[in-house]
């Protein structure tokens, strides 16, 4: 069924086109200009984001950041293995599928951190990165409210995420 959705979209906004009596074709085209046009502005912020989070991990940063927070971790019954993925989740998606991936490889997906990690990525959000792409997209360059209420509903997920998994061990 999936292998159909592309052409029948195709195929629906062509007819819609065609009984409005518009060109299919130069629409598509103009989409796709407005697509690029909206790459190149979204691409310098991407750009810096991968390079932060490739640096942050590579100078081992990361690692003493999660070291120095696991204290805390502990004490908001957070398991502290899950610090670097607590850390590096608002910022990058692929970043974190592997912070997540090493956890569960290391402790095992039945395991309190892999089930806490598993937990933990399906819900909380790339806030930076989403934040950093939608805004971009739209043209807001003042995000007001937008990043303290994501980040505190981030913490309530890694939390919430660490709660439910203990309940159902």
Known sequence: MTDYIVPVLLLA???F???KQENSYDLLLDGAADGLKLLITLVPTLVLLLTAVTMLRAS???EAISAFLAPAFRFVGIPPETAMLVLIRPISGSAALAVGAELMAEHGVDSLVGRTAAVMLGSTET???TI??????AG???T???LPAALFADFVG???ASMTVRLLM
Do not use: E, N, W
Not at 132 to 137: A, D, E, I
């Open 13 to 15: 906004a062509s007819l």
């Open 17 to 19: 086109a065609l009984r």
């Open 60 to 62: 081992g940063a990361m």
């Open 127 to 129: 806030t930076f990165y």
């Open 132 to 137: 950093s792409v939608y805004f971009g997209g």
């Open 140 to 142: 807001i360059k003042k």
């Open 144 to 146: 007001r409210y937008t």
């Open 158 to 160: 890694f939390f919430m």
